[in-house]
C-alpha cells in the first residue's frame, strides 16, 4: 500500500501549528511536517511568516523551511519534487508525513502533479528579470497577450513570477504555456484518487467564521508587531534585501518599504502604527484568495474551528481522518 501524507491547511492565523502541536507533540503518533508555505523557505524570515519556533521545530521535525536567501527563486516545481522526496523519507522512518501550509498552488501541484510545462530556463528567466526592470509590467503584459491571450486573460500583471513564467514558456518552446496539458482537469482530479500518484493523501482544511479569522489575523499582526518584526526587516534592509528580492515581496515585509522618488532606491518607513494596519488589511485579503482558491482542491474534509478549544477539536477530528485513512 502506498504511504499516507496527511495534509493540513487552511488560511493564514487558522491554527495548523497548534493543531499540528495538539496532534503530534508527545502523542503516540510520530510525524514530521514538510512545510507548504511559499515564504518560510527563506532564512532570516521568521516573525513575519509566522515560522514555528525552534521549540516546536525540536519537538516535531520540520522540512523545508530556511533553505533559500531571500534573493533566491522558489517555485512549485521545486516545492512538489522536494516534499515529495521529504515524505518518502519520512515515512521510511515509520513517521507520519504532514504536508502543513497555506500556499494553495503548492498544494493542489502536489495532489493533481505537476503539468507537462518544460522546467525553468535560467538564462532566459535572468532576461526577462532584466526587462521587466527597463521596461515595465505593462510592456511585458503586451508581449504576452500577443504571444499567449489566454494565459494573459488569468495572469495579474502585479503577479511578476506567473507573468515571467509564461513569457519564459513561449520563447523557450515557441509555444504558449496555455497549450500545455494541466493536471489540474476533472480526469486528474479523477487519477488523484486513483494510482497516478505515489502516494495516498488525507486532506484537511481548517474553517473558521469569517469575523472570527479576521480577528485572530489582527491579533497575530500586533503580536508580529511586538515580537521585533520592524526589527527583523531591518536587518535584512541592512543585509541588502529589498522588495525587488522574492523573499521580501512576501506580505508582512513589503509593506515596510517605501521606494525614493528621485533615486530609485528603497528607505524603511517609520510610521510602524500605518504600517501595522496595512500588514493587517493586506493578510486579510490574502486570507479571501486563499479560501477561494482552496475551494479548487478535491477531497478535501473541511473542519469547522469552533467551541472553547478549537485546536484540540480540530486535532481530533484529524486524528480520525487519519485513523480511517489508515485502517
Request: net charge neutral.
Amino acid at each position: 500500500m502506498k504511504p499516507l501524507v496527511l495534509i493540513l491547511f487552511g488560511p493564514t492565523a487558522s491554527g495548523k501549528t497548534e493543531v499540528l502541536n495538539s496532534l503530534f507533540s508527545g502523542g503516540a503518533r510520530t510525524a514530521e511536517v514538510i512545510s507548504a508555505d511559499s515564504m518560510q523557505v527563506y532564512r532570516g524570515m521568521d516573525i513575519g511568516t509566522a515560522k514555528p519556533s525552534p521549540y516546536e521545530r525540536a519537538r516535531i521535525p520540520h522540512h523545508l523551511i530556511d533553505i533559500r536567501n531571500p534573493d533566491e527563486q522558489f517555485n512549485a516545481g521545486e516545492f512538489v519534487r522536494l516534499a515529495e522526496a521529504a515524505a518518502v523519507e519520512v515515512a521510511a522512518r515509520g513517521a507520519l508525513p504532514v504536508v502543513s501550509g497555506g500556499t494553495g498552488f503548492y498544494l493542489k501541484n502536489l495532489v493533481l502533479g505537476l503539468g507537462e510545462a518544460p522546467p525553468a530556463d535560467p538564462g532566459i528567466r535572468a532576461e526577462l528579470a532584466q526587462e521587466l526592470a527597463q521596461r515595465g509590467a505593462a510592456s511585458l503584459m503586451e508581449e504576452l497577450a500577443a504571444a499567449d491571450p489566454a494565459s494573459a486573460r488569468r495572469i495579474h500583471i502585479n503577479d511578476e513570477y506567473r507573468l515571467l513564467r509564461a513569457l519564459e514558456v513561449c520563447r523557450l518552446t515557441g509555444r504558449p504555456l496555455s497549450s500545455f496539458a494541466s493536471p489540474w482537469s476533472a480526469a486528474a482530479e479523477q487519477a488523484a484518487c486513483g494510482s497516478e500518484r505515489p502516494f495516498r493523501f488525507a486532506l484537511a482544511a481548517l474553517r473558521w467564521n469569517r469575523d472570527e479569522l479576521y480577528r485572530r489575523i489582527n491579533a497575530r499582526t500586533a503580536a508580529m508587531f511586538a515580537a521585533g518584526l520592524p526589527a527583523e526587516v531591518r536587518r535584512l534592509h541592512e543585509s541588502g534585501y529589498t522588495p525587488a528580492d522574492p523573499g521580501l515581496k512576501a506580505i508582512g515585509y513589503r509593506e515596510f518599504f517605501v521606494q525614493d522618488g528621485e533615486s530609485g532606491g528603497w528607505r524603511l518607513s517609520e510610521d510602524f502604527h500605518g504600517v501595522q494596519e496595512l500588514v493587517a488589511q493586506n493578510s486579510r485579503r490574502y486570507a479571501k484568495r486563499q479560501i477561494t482558491f482552496f475551494a479548487s482542491i478535491p477531497a478535501v474534509t473541511w473542519i469547522d474551528c469552533e467551541g472553547d478549544n478549537p485546536a484540540a477539536t480540530a486535532a481530533a477530528r484529524v486524528q480520525q481522518l487519519v485513523e480511517e485513512a489508515l485502517s
